[in-house]
């Protein structure tokens, strides 16, 4: 494949700078340096696009650059043949059009020169400074006679680390791959491939990271060409036959620019053509496409307000698709792109994609971290209470993709993780409890979000409140959900004053709000998902994640930190989930269950027994019904036992309470597990003052446990007390009544 069939992106380039003529400025480099008092030639179109962007830089230094790597690479070709230089200069033009300052088009025209000649990088530190030496080494390979086939993902390694000190390594590195792949026709196809695949893998996810949208566009066309030719073909086919279709696009911007100009709002409507892969997915989506489909329609304003006032307009003299809308102005997306996003139908039905933005937010949006000019110069600037980096120097996935790597030294691994982190492309922003915030891959859940904010801590992880109610920790989280994260903590005291530390603040919260907040089928299942390795005592329990985890985990951090815990653990990782056994007693006396309690039922000689599915204590309304053996068994009036039994024509039998204060009842904790629990409960029971008459303890199901009390009240009036001061041990997250099921005969 030729290198300009292997261009599609061509058609969309913009077309007030046409494309240099990169075999003339070979040709130019070839004559040597200029005369003293001008640039040459050969650089002269690098200066023009500098210039455009920073009218004061300084272009001595851009003149030594090239001097410098002219004389080093000179003798050198590409395998088009064309002077080696070409490949230098082509990329300092791509970054100089993007509005790159001096700093990174100095490095880009050495960028090869350590690698590739004699040049050291003390000669580079020496001449130009430390600042341009550093992204000269960044983007330097590693050498394969010292790395084997381990060099190219460690070459990724490096390059990455050195873009978490300074983000204009990747840019370079970006607008280098762009340059290959543009002349890539004259590789062997396997090798095409080979490159192809990576740039899709990892060049490209960090380009749209980096919000750099220039540079991803046409990296995935030419992609695209490579690896999927004939969906390419037919997608040059579809455009070539709906190059008029532009007409319907043309119609509708005629009628936005007159709207806005009526309504006094200066703005520029342009029509942006659709590239290759973003006409191919929409062909996909929708099926036959409309002349609109090929292109979307541009608004440009000068202010933030002013985006507001066209869209209010807009929609105001055209119909509005309204599940079209998007506000990235307010919302920016996490690679720094700003725009309102919206649809409207025109006069004759056709519907338009259009992007309102101000110039500044669009030269953002193309250009990414690169038009943001040299983002290391001293501001003033406020780091964020979360401790998450605002500026985008250091974005928050590539904080966290340099955390994990440190954990991965295998090369294979690592290589592995990082494509299947770059994989995930959409973030998410999700709330902690405390009012920071998590930015993490679209589709994470309470696992990666535990890890995510507490590290190795996220070990003792039990359970999770999103959005006030208690889940999952296999619970996916979606945009703008609010997560609290319950860690088991082995000092109960410590809990009990969670609340003046934030980051502690969680089971406390969970065990009192639980029974306001959540509903009980949702605390049930808490921790069903989690796979906690469970010991028979709880005391005992072991605190940590279980292989089950990892089905969950969808961030490399939280990964390999499950992985590195249970290859620690393995006793942890093998012990099996615990299943349910037969309630182990705890205490039980002689007396019998069927004691009364105080109810009095209005059928003499009966026997009176108090129903074990509710539970009912004075001054409970209450009714009964007979069953076998002459008993009388007593309800509360809105237990489900009584509709069925009154369904079955039973004839319920009056029931009332005699003056007896005290009273028996059943009451079942829902908890996590953590040691000192049971000793917490029962103190909290005998505080105030309630007598334990039968106690049961279930086996630890995945860190939750279910105790089951029979107490013994003095007086009935003390029960919501009672009730409350077992919620509000730490770790508790529901008491209730005794709900179980009772037979109807």
């Avoid at 792109?337 to 101000?358: C, D, F, K, N, W």
């Avoid at 599915?613 to 009388?632: E, I």
């Avoid at 009451?667 to 040691?675: D, I, N, Q």
Wanted: aromatic share 4%; proline share 6%.
């Amino acid at each position: 494949m030729s290198a300009e069939a292997a261009n599609p992106g061509a058609h969309s380039r913009r077309r007030g700078r046409p494309r240099i003529d990169l075999r003339r400025l070979g040709r130019a480099a070839l004559l040597g340096p200029a005369a003293r008092d001008r640039l040459p030639d050969a650089i002269g179109h690098v200066a023009d696009a500098h210039r455009a962007h920073h009218p004061d830089a300084d272009l001595a230094t851009l003149h030594q650059a090239y001097v410098l790597a002219e004389s080093s690479h000179r003798g050198q070709f590409r395998k088009s043949g064309e002077p080696y230089i070409t490949h230098p200069l082509a990329v300092t033009l791509i970054l100089a059009e993007l509005g790159a300052e001096t700093t990174t088009l100095t490095a880009s025209l050495l960028h090869d020169t350590v690698e590739d000649t004699e040049v050291t990088l003390d000669q580079v530190t020496a001449q130009f400074g430390d600042e341009v030496a550093y992204l000269v080494d960044g983007v330097t390979k590693l050498e394969k006679v010292d790395y084997g086939a381990a060099a190219e993902p460690e070459t990724f390694r490096k390059m990455l680390v050195a873009t978490g000190n300074d983000v204009r390594v990747m840019s370079i590195k970006l607008a280098d791959r762009l340059h290959n792949m543009r002349t890539l026709g004259v590789m062997r196809p396997e090798k095409q491939a080979r490159i192809a695949r990576v740039t899709s893998d990892v060049l490209i996810p960090l380009a749209e990271r980096l919000g750099v949208q220039a540079l991803k566009t046409e990296l995935e066309d030419l992609v695209f060409a490579i690896l999927r030719p004939e969906e390419y073909e037919r997608t040059r086919v579809l455009i070539a036959e709906n190059a008029s279709a532009g007409a319907a696009l043309d119609t509708m911007a005629e009628g936005f620019r007159t709207v806005l100009r009526e309504a006094g709002i200066a703005a520029e409507v342009l029509i942006r053509p659709r590239h290759f892969v973003s006409v191919h997915r929409i062909s996909l989506k929708r099926g036959e496409l409309r002349g609109t489909d090929f292109g979307r329609l541009l608004v440009l304003v000068g202010e933030d307000a002013d985006c507001y006032g066209v869209l209010g307009e807009l929609h105001t003299c055209f119909t509005p698709v309204i599940s079209e809308f998007k506000d990235f102005i307010a919302a920016p997306k996490f690679n720094l792109y700003q725009s309102l996003h919206t649809a409207v139908a025109g006069p004759g039905g056709a519907v338009a994609e259009v992007l309102i933005r101000t110039h500044q937010m669009h030269k953002v949006a193309e250009a990414g971290v690169i038009a943001l000019g040299n983002p290391y110069t001293p501001v003033e600037s406020v780091e964020p209470a979360d401790g998450e980096r605002a500026d985008p120097t250091r974005p928050g996935w590539l904080s966290r993709l340099l955390e994990w790597q440190e954990s991965t030294p295998d090369s294979d691994a690592f290589w592995t993780s990082l494509r299947a982190d770059l994989a995930q492309d959409r973030e998410i922003t999700v709330f902690r409890a405390d009012g920071g915030t998590l930015g993490l891959p679209a589709g994470a859940s309470c696992v990666d979000a535990a890890y995510a904010q507490y590290g190795e801590r996220a070990h003792a992880c039990i359970g999770a409140r999103v959005n006030g109610r208690l889940a999952t920790l296999s619970t996916v989280l979606v945009d703008g959900d609010t997560v609290q994260l319950l860690l088991a903590h082995d000092n109960p005291e410590a809990r009990r004053n969670a609340g003046r530390d934030a980051d502690r603040d969680t089971v406390l919260g969970a065990g009192r709000d639980a029974r306001r907040d959540a509903d009980r089928d949702t605390g049930r299942d808490v921790g069903r998902a989690q796979g906690a390795p469970a010991a028979q005592d709880v005391q005992d329990a072991v605190s940590g994640p279980s292989p089950d985890w990892l089905d969950h985990a969808r961030t490399p951090g939280a990964r390999i930190a499950i992985t590195a815990w249970l290859e620690a653990h393995p006793e942890g990782a093998a012990a099996p989930a615990a299943t349910p056994r037969g309630p182990a007693p705890v205490a039980q006396d002689a007396e019998s269950p069927a004691t009364a309690a105080g109810a009095v039922a209005d059928l003499p000689d009966a026997t009176v027994r108090l129903a074990g599915c509710c539970t009912p204590v004075p001054p409970d309304a209450v009714t009964g019904f007979a069953v076998r053996g002459g008993v009388v068994t007593v309800h509360r009036e809105q237990c489900p036992a009584v509709s069925r039994m009154k369904s079955l024509a039973r004839e319920p039998i009056p029931v009332h309470w005699d003056d007896t204060a005290g009273c028996r009842v059943t009451l079942v904790a829902e908890s996590f597990g953590r040691p000192h629990l049971l000793a917490d409960l029962t103190e909290a029971i005998a505080t105030e003052g309630a007598a334990i008459v039968s106690a049961t303890v279930e086996p630890p199901s995945e860190q939750r446990v279910r105790h089951t009390y029979t107490l013994q009240l003095p007086d009935a009036a003390k029960l919501p007390a009672l009730m409350r001061a077992m919620r509000d041990v730490p770790g508790v997250y529901d008491v209730s009544r005794n709900q179980r099921r009772a037979a109807t005969g």
